[in-house]
C-alpha cells in the first residue's frame, strides 16, 4: 500500500489541527447560550477563535495532542503488521513537523523518546470486518480530561446524589457526578463517552469508542436514547460552565454503551473530553492506502467559528509588566482581567518536583516571577532558534503538593494555569502575596500569538520538550484571576454551588 502512510500523516495532521463538523456545530451551539461579556462568553469566544487559528496554521489545537489512539477495521488478508509499522513512522514524522507534541515517557524514569513511540504506545485497536475498504479512525485526548475520566462501581453511595444502585437511575447518578467532578480542569464545556457493564478494563474501553459516534446520533437502545438526552439537560443545569467560570454549557454531548457483565461487577466507566474533540477517520483504498472518503467531515460543515475576537481588550484590564511586585498582587480580586507581558516561566510535574529538593540553576532569578502551567509545542528555524507553534495551560491541581512551597522557595507572584488549585494553594498565594490567573484552556494557537521570542530554556534533555522549563517573553497574554491574595477562589465557589445543584437532581428522581 504505497500511499498509506501518506494516508495516516494527513489523518494525524488533520485530526491535530481541524475540528470535525459535529463538533462544531455543538461548539456553535454553546457560543450562542452565554451570556454577552460574560467570563463564559470571553472563554468561547477565546476557543472559536483558536479553532480558526489552528486551521489558518495547520498547527494542534491544543498543545496536548494525548496518547494517540488508533482504530482501524480491515478486510481479510491485509497485512496488520505493515499497517502498524507504517502508523509508528507517521506518528514520528507528524511529531517532528510539530503538529503532535512528543508525549511519550518512560513510565518510571518519565524519559521523553521525542517521536510519540514507546512501550505499547501508540495504542492500535486492530478489528476485521467483511467490508473490502480499510477504516482508520483516530482520537487524540489530552492528559487534562483523561484525568478527568472516572469509573464507579455499584451499588455504592455517590456524594450528593446518595445510593447509586445497579439500575438506570443508578447509571444517571454516576454520569452526573462524573460530570460534577470534572469542573473546569477537564476544559469544559466537555463531551463523555460512557460504557455501562463489561469489566474495569473493558469498560473504559467501551466508553471511549462512545466517543467515536456522532454528536448528534441517536442512540438504537430507546432507554439509553432517553437517558443520553436527559443527562445533557441535567448537566448543564450544574452551571459550572466554560473553563469552571460558570456558565449555560457544561456539556456538549453525551454518548452511552451497554456490555454483558458478571453478576458480581455493575461497572459504570466515564470518558471524559474536554471541548477540543479532536476525532477523524478516512476509509482506505486497499490496493494503495489511498485515502477514498473522511469521516466526521460534512460539505456543510461550519467551515470559520469565531464569533468575536477572544478575550479583547477594553481599557479596563490591569497590566502586569514581570517582574510583578507583592503590592501590585494584593490589589488584584478574583474576576480581574489581567494582561500579562515580560518573562514568563513554564512549569510542570516534572519541574515542580525537582525544584522541590534541588535549586535553579545559578544566576536564574525568578523573584517577582511567573510560572505557567504549560507544556507547549516547540519547534526550531532555520537559525537554530527556538520557537512556540502551541502553548495553552495545563491542568493545574497535579501541582497542588507542591505549589505552595514552590511559590515561596522561587519569590513567584503569579502561577498561570487552567482548572484552579486546592486550599493548600490558595492559603499559599495569601501567606506569600501571589496570585492564580486562569487562562483559557485548550487555546494553544491564541497564547501561542502572545509569546514573542523564546529567551532560554533548562532541563531539556532531562525532562523532554513539555516537562522542561522554558523562557518565554510575552505580550499581552490575557488571563483572569480565578484565586487571589486574599483566600478568594472562583473555583471553590463554583464547585460548592454546582455541588448543591448536584443534591436536587438526585432527590428529583429518587
Known amino acids: 500500500m504505497q500511499y498509506f502512510r501518506d494516508s ?37 469566544s477565546t476557543i472559536s477563535v483558536n479553532i480558526d487559528m489552528a486551521v489558518d496554521c495547520i498547527s494542534p489545537v491544543c498543545q496536548d495532542t494525548g496518547m494517540p489512539t488508533f482504530f482501524v477495521h480491515t478486510p481479510i488478508g491485509v497485512d496488520q503488521l505493515a499497517m502498524k509499522r507504517e502508523i509508528e513512522f507517521a506518528l514520528a514524522e507528524a511529531t517532528k513537523s510539530g503538529k503532535l507534541r512528543p508525549n511519550a515517557v518512560d513510565a518510571f524514569t518519565g524519559r521523553n523518546t521525542g517521536t510519540n513511540l514507546g512501550d505499547h504506545v501508540p495504542v492500535i485497536h486492530f478489528e476485521p470486518w467483511e467490508r473490502e475498504e480499510i477504516e482508520v479512525k483516530l482520537i487524540l485526548k489530552g492528559g487534562g480530561c483523561e484525568n478527568k475520566n472516572v469509573q ?35 476544559c469544559s464545556p466537555g463531551f463523555i463517552g460512557v460504557g455501562v457493564g463489561g469489566d474495569r478494563t473493558s469498560g473504559y474501553d467501551l466508553a471511549k469508542k ?110 502586569l509588566q514581570a517582574p510583578v511586585s507583592e503590592e501590585e498582587v494584593r490589589q488584584l480580586k478574583v474576576g480581574d482581567l489581567v494582561i500579562i507581558n515580560g518573562e ?60 505552595a512551597d514552590v511559590i515561596e522557595k522561587l519569590g513567584l507572584r503569579a ?45 531539556l534533555e532531562e525532562m523532554g520538550v513539555p516537562e522542561a522549563m522554558w523562557h518565554l517573553q510575552v505580550r499581552s497574554f490575557p488571563t483572569i484571576v480565578t484565586m487571589d491574595a486574599h483566600g478568594n477562589s472562583l473555583h471553590q465557589q463554583i464547585e460548592d454551588d454546582s455541588f448543591a445543584v448536584l443534591g436536587t437532581l438526585g432527590e428529583a428522581e429518587s
Open 8 to 44: 495516516m500523516i494527513a489523518l494525524i495532521t488533520e485530526t491535530s489541527s481541524n475540528l470535525p463538523s459535529d463538533v462544531r456545530r455543538a461548539i456553535s451551539r454553546a457560543i450562542e447560550q452565554e451570556t454577552p461579556d460574560s467570563r463564559a462568553d470571553l472563554a468561547m
Open 152 to 186: 464507579y462501581s455499584l451499588p455504592m453511595e455517590i456524594p450528593g446524589l446518595g445510593r447509586a444502585s445497579r439500575d438506570i437511575d443508578g447509571v444517571r447518578k454516576s454520569i452526573l457526578h462524573a460530570v460534577f467532578q470534572a469542573q473546569g480542569q477537564g
Open 210 to 319: 462512545q466517543l467515536l459516534r456522532s454528536v448528534d446520533d441517536t442512540n438504537t437502545d430507546p432507554d439509553l436514547d432517553c437517558l443520553e438526552k436527559e443527562i445533557l439537560e441535567s448537566a448543564n443545569l450544574l452551571n459550572i460552565g466554560p473553563m469552571g467560570f460558570a456558565g449555560k454549557s457544561t456539556l456538549l454531548g453525551c454518548k452511552i454503551g451497554k456490555s454483558h457483565r458478571v453478576p458480581a461487577s455493575f461497572y459504570v466507566s466515564v470518558a471524559y473530553n474536554c471541548w477540543a474533540y479532536r476525532r477523524l477517520g478516512v476509509l482506505l483504498d486497499p490496493a494503495d492506502g489511498s485515502i477514498r472518503q473522511w469521516q466526521y467531515r460534512e460539505p456543510d460543515e461550519i467551515k470559520r467559528m469565531a464569533k468575536g475576537a477572544g478575550i479583547a481588550l477594553t481599557g479596563r484590564e490591569v497590566i
Open 344 to 403: 514568563v516561566h513554564t512549569g510542570r510535574d516534572a519541574f515542580h518536583h525537582y525544584v522541590m529538593h534541588h535549586d535553579l540553576p545559578e544566576g536564574l532569578d525568578t523573584k517577582g516571577g511567573i510560572i505557567y502551567h504549560c507544556g507547549p509545542v516547540v519547534m526550531k528555524n532555520d537559525a537554530g532558534e527556538y520557537y512556540i507553534t502551541a502553548a495553552g495551560p495545563t491542568t493545574s491541581i497535579r501541582e497542588e503538593p507542591y505549589q
Open 415 to 459: 502561577v498561570i494555569g487552567k482548572g484552579g488549585m486546592g486550599p493548600k494553594t490558595l492559603q499559599g498565594l495569601k501567606e506569600h502575596g501571589a496570585v492564580y490567573l486562569n487562562a483559557i484552556g485548550g487555546a494553544a494557537q491564541y497564547y501561542a500569538r502572545c509569546i514573542e521570542k523564546v529567551t532560554g530554556v533548562e532541563f
